[in-house]
Every structure is written in C-alpha cells, then in structure tokens.
C-alpha cells in the first residue's frame, strides 16, 4: 500500500474521512499532522504515525509531502502558505529526488463557484459550473474564493510536479464520526454570525441559494475517488478533470436563516428567530465574499463514478448542528 501524509485529521471532514479510509484499508500506512498534543494519542489508536506541529511548520510539512506517496489536505482550503510547502515538498520530489510524481488530494469548497453577485438574488438562468466540463474547472482563477490554492494546485499538477485530485464539497452537515469530536464550519459560522447581529439575517431577497451536503455522502465520494486514486485509472487524465464537485441541496439564503433564526429562539439564544433582510454593507469578511451571491454547480463527474448523494432537509439536521456550535462557541 502507499504512504500517506495526512492534514486535518482531527477535523470535522478530515477526521471521517480518515475513520473510513482506515476500515476500507486497513494496511495504508497514514502519518497524520496533529497540532493539538491532547489528541496525539486519540489519532495514534487509530494506527496511524502521529507528526506533531501546525500548518505554520513549513519545513516539516515538505520533509513528509517529499516523502510520502499521496498527501491528502482536508486541514484548509484557503491556506496559501500551507498549500505551497505542500507542493514545494512534491516538486523537490520530482526535480531533485528524480522520483515519480506523489499523488495530492485536496479539499476545496464549493463557494468557489458564487456568482459574485451581491443582492441576494438568485439568477435560475446564470452559469452553471459542471465538473464534467473541464473548460469549467480550467476557467477558475486565483481570485475566486479558494481559487489562490485550486489553481495552484491544478498548475503544478499540468507541470508534473504532482497528481492532483480536488474535490470540491458543499456546506456539510452531519453529525461527526472522526476521532476527535469537531462540528460543522457551516453550522459555527452561521450561528456566530446570528449571534453577532442578535438576529438571523440574510441579504436583499434572500433568494440567493447555497449547496448543502451530508457528511456520509461525502465521506463516500472521498472513498471513491481514492480508489481511483489506487487503480491509477486517471493517472495520465488532465487536471481539470481530476476535479469532483460535491453538492446536493440548494437552499435559499432567507430559509437557511429562517431555520437557524427559529432554533435560535427556541433555544433563548435570539429573542426572535424571524430572519431580517440587511444590506450587504454591514457584513464582515468573509462573509462579505458569499453571503449575498448565489452558486450554480453540478457534480456530473462526481456522479458518474457512482456517487448519489441525498437529499438535505436542513430542518433534520439544524437542532444538533446548532446545539453542538453553541456549545463550542461558549
């Protein structure tokens, strides 16, 4: 079996997909990159090698991502400065150990492809992004949200310096099944950002929609495309079409809020869960970035390697999501 370096995996994502990587191959040989010392040992019974240090350690995440078969990133999909290491340590591989390029798995999210609008409006006839169309995947730019590491990533890969596979997930929602409990950064930022304003709020019409999916199903489209990964099927394939969007259920923004607004009360958190409409203006980064646009994505690709992802009725999962984020939060 191949050498896996590990990022993220005491988190939410990062941590189910380890958990299920683990029982689908029992002799991959994983080293994880663990930050907190508290959790070494909950990551080390899982049989995995256990590196300790943060994605600040540029120096050690290269020694490993040089040395290991594939480097798998579920840790940050925005980390500009982790993601170089990660490559750099990939290229040396290549150019100065003359070894065969290393796989590289990475996690993107699907905010990459708002339409950068601001008002709150959806547009049924905007672009829609198909990971089946490889002009799509070769038309996202550096200055896209998550696109300062997508593209990067895609570069070195088209200049041989890596395999790179990306998939591209939606806000998850699910209850966590990795090693160290960690819940969902749709379910925190969300009820932080309610908690912020003392209301629920969305923008203009509220109309605007964003992709949920659940964690299990995500878990399995990861499963699937690393034994892709193993049959050496797409190997030779470009990029672009190594690039697997991960959506299921498109919500509009004012019912995302209205279901977060209404457990919020419930719970005494807001004296009133009724979501309010507020201009764009008032909202902080990042949320500045996506809150007011809408997403147009299709996972063809995904689903062609036999993923099916259900459906997400976001009232089934809201009351978990938001009691464990508010329990985080304290």
């Not at 993601?83 to 990939?90: D, F, R, S, Y």
């Not at 977060?260 to 500045?288: C, H, K, M, W, Y």
Request: proline share 6%; hydrophobic share 40%.
């Amino acid at each position: 079996m191949p050498t896996v370096f590990y990022i993220g995996a005491t988190g939410y994502i990062g941590g189910a997909v380890l958990v299920d990587l683990l029982k689908s191959y029992p002799d991959l040989e994983v080293t994880a990159l663990v930050r907190n010392p508290t959790h070494a040992e909950t990551v080390r019974a899982l049989g995995v090698n256990v590196v300790q240090g943060s994605f600040s350690d540029t120096d050690l995440i290269t020694s490993h991502t040089r040395t290991a078969d594939i480097t798998i990133n579920t840790g940050d999909s925005d980390d500009v400065a982790l993601n170089a290491a990660i490559l750099a340590g990939q290229k040396a591989r290549v150019v100065e150990d003359g070894m065969s390029p290393a796989v590289l798995l990475h996690t993107s999210g699907v905010a990459v492809f708002a339409d950068g609008t601001t008002e709150g409006k959806h547009d049924s006839n905007g672009k829609v992004w198909n990971d089946g169309n490889e002009a799509d995947i070769r038309a996202i730019t550096p200055q896209m949200l998550h696109g300062q590491v997508d593209v990067p990533v895609m570069q070195a890969s088209e200049a041989g310096y890596t395999e790179s596979y990306i998939i591209c997930p939606a806000a998850i929602v699910g209850p966590p099944t990795g090693p160290v409990p960690a819940g969902s950064v749709f379910f925190k930022f969300m009820t932080q950002l309610a908690l912020a304003f003392k209301k629920a709020i969305y923008i203009g019409e509220g109309s605007n929609v964003f992709y949920t999916l659940r964690l299990d199903d995500l878990v399995d489209l990861y499963r699937r495309v690393f034994a892709r990964i193993l049959s050496r099927a797409d190997a030779k394939a470009s990029p672009y079409s190594r690039y697997y969007i991960a959506v299921s259920t498109p919500h509009p923004w004012k019912h995302i809020m209205t279901v977060f607004g209404g457990v919020l009360a419930r719970l005494g958190r807001l004296e009133d869960g009724t979501p309010q409409s507020v201009p764009i203006s008032v909202l902080p980064p990042p949320a500045n970035l996506f809150f007011g646009a809408s997403q147009h994505a299709c996972g063809e690709r995904a689903k062609a390697l036999g993923w099916e992802p259900r459906p997400v009725v976001l009232e089934d999962w809201a009351d978990d999501g938001i009691t464990s984020a508010l329990a985080k939060l304290q």
